[in-house]
């Protein structure tokens, strides 16, 4: 089910809501398996199988969980994480795998063409996580319906943010959860309402140029960067709209998701990029395999090393494809170089040439991100900087500039809507701001939209 529908917004939630809070003044274990279930019911609208991919995940899991609070056993978690990694491997990578077998080898196996389930990536990693917090008796114990919402609570289950054990599973357990807050309530259906006008207004609108630009970018400059741009701006305000309408819903139940987002765009350099960029992302990478390979505990090239392989394997988490460990090297590679000059030799770049530079070696990299194969990266990077010819189409452009600048203002100059949330204040011009960009967004919904990160 997707959150720009009319489905959702007038059937799913305020359904999910009302019945939530109906059943947690009564009980507190009802109000709780009402809400897991919805979230199933969510995640099945997609395709109903995923819901069995999802409750086998939960319950190998919670398996191993039991086993690890009774003997805190290395073996064991090393177990558990292997078996997510295969069970991630076999639907996100086998025919990567296959086809790259045949290739090197002149094998024939088959292909499967294995139907993703949506958020994989996401559920698997958050799992993972909670297995290493029980092994290292950071965690305390929880119950089961607790962890079961954890996992599968709806607003962050198909494309985050990747929220932490401790984190989340605290607030599930607290009483002031079961009783409707207005200002949470207010302030949620506010967020809700900018990240759906950055979806629908801004990313699904850069999206029009962006997909027939890689389709055919031809050999025209302007249309090479044009394109390129607008799949700079198009998963920005995609990726981040998603993040403020879960965190949104989450506001409805009282629960406050993480920040994942913090302008991005105006980082001064690519490490700083990455501390604003998927933030939830970047602390897992961080915590689950760049400071168990060693971190910055080690020598000078192995801290390089280490931070070249985290970002090599977040390339291949983006998706089974050479495009995704291209784009992971690329930033691996920026990342070494960067802490090379700032913490080797304490070198510092001024902040406006440090801005342009991370910004423009962000928007090549994301043309290795959406291209849907390397002949088409190629054929908008000749575009960009070996064009036969500088074209501009008239009326169209002067369309197609203001939402340029438009995307522009709100990415540069205004606060994101994270932070406008914390300083939220239940008053008649918010009121009327969230109706505005609610009902201008539902005029809108007229075709399938889902978002880029459902691919991951």
Not at 11 to 22: E, R
Not at 49 to 58: K, Q
Not at 241 to 257: E, P, V
Not at 271 to 291: E, K, Q
Request: aromatic content about 20%; some cysteine.
């Amino acid at each position: 089910m997707l959150f720009p529908t009319f489905t959702f917004l007038l059937g799913f939630l305020p359904l999910t809501v009302l019945v939530y809070y109906f059943l947690a003044a009564r009980s507190k274990s009802a109000s709780r398996v009402w809400l897991i279930l919805a979230s199933f019911v969510f995640y099945s609208w997609f395709n109903w199988s995923y819901s069995l991919i999802l409750g086998g995940s939960l319950l190998m899991n919670w398996f191993f969980a039991q086993l690890l609070w009774k003997k805190q056993s290395k073996t064991l978690l090393t177990l558990g994480i292997v078996c997510n990694i295969l069970l991630l491997g076999y639907f996100k990578y086998y025919d990567f795998f296959i086809e790259n077998i045949n290739t090197l080898f002149g094998a024939s196996f088959l292909f499967k063409h294995i139907l993703l389930p949506l958020g994989i990536s996401f559920f698997t990693f958050q799992q993972i996580s909670f297995l290493q917090l029980v092994y290292s008796r950071v965690l305390k114990k929880y119950s089961f319906s607790t962890y079961a919402l954890f996992v599968c609570f709806f607003p962050q289950l198909i494309a985050g943010p990747i929220v932490l054990p401790d984190e989340m599973m605290s607030q599930f357990d607290k009483k002031e959860s079961l009783t409707p807050q207005a200002r949470n309530i207010a302030a949620g259906f506010y967020l809700f309402s900018l990240g759906m006008a950055k979806k629908i207004l801004l990313a699904d609108c850069f999206a029009e140029i962006a997909d027939p630009g890689f389709l055919n970018a031809g050999a025209e400059l302007l249309t090479g960067w044009k394109t390129a741009l607008a799949y700079t701006f198009q998963i920005y305000f995609d990726f981040s709209g998603y993040c403020d309408m879960a965190m949104g819903i989450g506001l409805l139940f009282n629960i406050r998701l993480p920040k994942n987002f913090q302008s991005p765009y105006r980082a001064e350099n690519i490490a700083d990029f990455w501390r604003r960029w998927h933030i939830t992302l970047g602390r897992f990478l961080m915590t689950g395999i760049y400071i168990p390979l060693g971190g910055n505990r080690c020598g000078k090239f192995r801290n390089c090393l280490n931070l070249f392989i985290t970002f090599l394997i977040s390339g291949l988490w983006h998706g089974a494809s050479w495009l995704f460990v291209l784009w992971g090297m690329f930033h691996g590679i920026a990342l070494v170089l960067h802490r090379i000059w700032s913490k080797f030799l304490h070198l510092k770049m001024p902040v406006l040439p440090g801005r342009i530079m991370t910004f423009l070696f962000v928007l090549l990299t994301w043309v290795l991100f959406r291209a849907a194969d390397i002949s088409q990266a190629k054929q908008l990077y000749k575009a960009m900087f070996l064009p036969e010819k500088f074209a501009l189409s008239g009326n169209a452009d002067l369309k197609t500039g203001a939402l340029f600048l438009a995307g522009a203002f709100i990415i540069f100059f205004l606060k994101p809507a994270v932070d406008l949330e914390e300083k939220f204040k239940p008053t008649v011009a918010n009121a009327l701001l969230t109706i505005f960009l609610l009902t201008t967004s539902m005029f809108f919904f007229v075709k399938y939209s889902p978002f880029i990160y459902f691919n991951f």
